[in-house]
């Protein structure tokens, strides 16, 4: 953002400036994005993560300062408005171009966006830079292949909790929307379906699942075979002789046509290594600040594995249209939603309130932590924020719309959504955890 706490569209001169292989642009051009090292679940992983972010923070921030601009941590902007986004900044590299033109080609006529919450907002656009709008962090969990059903599953099940716990993006061009407005808006600025179809429906690129999984094969099987081919590069490798000589094939078009789909937990082929699966859980947005990302990377995966031994059976009781439904209203509602719920010592399904099940979770997630090689003063301190969240119900969602509320009183739109984003930079810039934040303006 500029000084005036406006979307500036700097990304490639940052880039440039920086000259950091980790860091690359985005969509948008007041967009980056920073790929951080990989670490084993063991020792202090995310205590490492944190502080490798918080250190690519203030570099970049200081190239940043010298174009007047200033990095910010979040799921949506909230001083964006209608004019940052369009045709005129997007990020001129050829497969941006080639993405939004293939997108808008197939679905034939302006996307169309429509989000209903505390506001309601109605936008059409010529282009996906609407998607841009969107900021998150995302996390990479490498699992066993031999029991990669069982891992995506776990993940599937408690995104909702994890989600609505880290929700960060309740606004959209001054409008209150959603607790996370990302989930709604990625699905829909970016939907190349016609809504003037006239044979069978294609599901959308952006979805949460389309049912439970048996095997890591049918969810790439299903991407080929239900969504057409948007950037048609082509590798000369012949994957079968690769393989016959006993190597592992690199699967370029593959991987190529996956990066074009955005289910919410993305299934990753990757060839290094001698080959292995990983989880890209994509749901959760950035911010509010290093610690609490952390924070919220550390717990799903808790979550997951608290989950791990009972999924067979948590999945047979619960059809997965009501895992879906628990996903969405836990981006609508936040830590309001309520979730139907299963519970591996009871037959009937009910609805329960998200927190309460966030509560049952923690424990749990803190237990099959301490079973890792995570050192208990990392699984303390970074559940201790989860909790914190909990038991304050507070979230970045929450504590950005409290404030601009506040300041509603005596400030127009404009000015109160400012006034609240100077208050998140200045808490953000102390990497203090969210629940620890004064309501207060």
């Not at 389309?210 to 790439?220: C, D, P």
């Not at 947005?285 to 924070?295: F, I, L």
């Not at 970074?382 to 509320?405: D, P, S, V, Y």
């Amino acid at each position: 953002m500029n000084q005036a706490l406006r979307a500036h569209p700097i990304n490639t001169e940052i880039a440039a400036s920086v000259q950091d292989p980790q860091l690359t642009v985005e969509l948008n051009r007041f967009n980056l994005e920073y790929n951080l090292s990989p670490h084993s679940l063991s020792g202090d992983p995310f205590g490492r993560t944190e502080q490798e972010m918080l250190a690519a923070i203030r570099r970049i921030n200081q190239h940043a300062a010298s174009l007047g601009g200033e990095l910010v941590p979040i799921g949506i902007l909230p001083t964006l408005r209608r004019s940052d986004v369009g045709a005129h900044v997007m990020t001129n590299e050829p497969r941006y171009h080639a993405l939004s033109n293939a997108l808008l080609k197939q679905r034939g006529e302006p996307f169309s966006i429509h989000i209903g919450g505390k506001d309601v907002i109605n936008l059409e656009a010529d282009d996906v830079t609407m998607e841009g709008a969107n900021t998150s962090f995302q996390l990479h969990w490498r699992v066993p292949a031999h029991r990669f059903a069982d891992y995506f599953n776990a993940v599937q099940l408690v995104t909702p909790i994890a989600l609505a716990l880290a929700s960060n993006s309740p606004s959209l061009f001054g409008h209150h929307l959603w607790d996370e407005t990302r989930i709604a808006l990625f699905k829909q600025s970016i939907d190349s379906r016609s809504p003037n179809h006239k044979t069978w429906r294609h599901p959308s690129r952006v979805y949460y699942g389309n049912g439970w999984v048996r095997n890591a094969w049918e969810l790439f099987a299903a991407s080929a075979s239900l969504y057409p081919p948007i950037i048609p590069v082509m590798s000369e490798e012949d994957p079968v002789a690769v393989i016959d000589c006993g190597e592992v094939p690199e699967l370029a078009e593959l991987r190529l046509h996956n990066g074009t789909t955005w289910p919410w937990n993305r299934p990753i082929y990757d060839h290094a290594e001698g080959g292995h699966l990983r989880i890209e859980i994509r749901s959760m947005p950035a911010g509010p600040t290093a610690v609490d990302m952390c924070a919220n990377g550390l717990f799903i995966i808790g979550a997951a594995l608290a989950v791990l031994n009972d999924i067979d059976h948590l999945t047979s009781i619960l059809p997965f249209h009501y895992a879906e439904h628990n996903f969405y209203r836990a981006a609508k509602y936040g830590i309001s939603a309520e979730v139907i719920w299963p519970h591996k010592d009871q037959v009937q399904l009910q609805a329960v309130p998200l927190l309460t099940v966030a509560k049952t979770l923690l424990p749990r997630a803190r237990e099959a932590l301490q079973q890792t090689a995570v050192v208990e003063a990392e699984i303390h301190r970074l559940l201790g924020i989860i909790e914190g969240r909990i038991e304050n119900a507070i979230t970045g969602a929450r504590w950005q719309r409290r404030i601009t509320e506040s300041y509603f009183k005596s400030q127009s739109t404009d000015e109160a959504f400012q006034s609240m984003l100077s208050a998140y930079m200045a808490n953000q810039k102390k990497n203090i955890p969210l629940h620890e934040w004064t309501l207060s303006p």
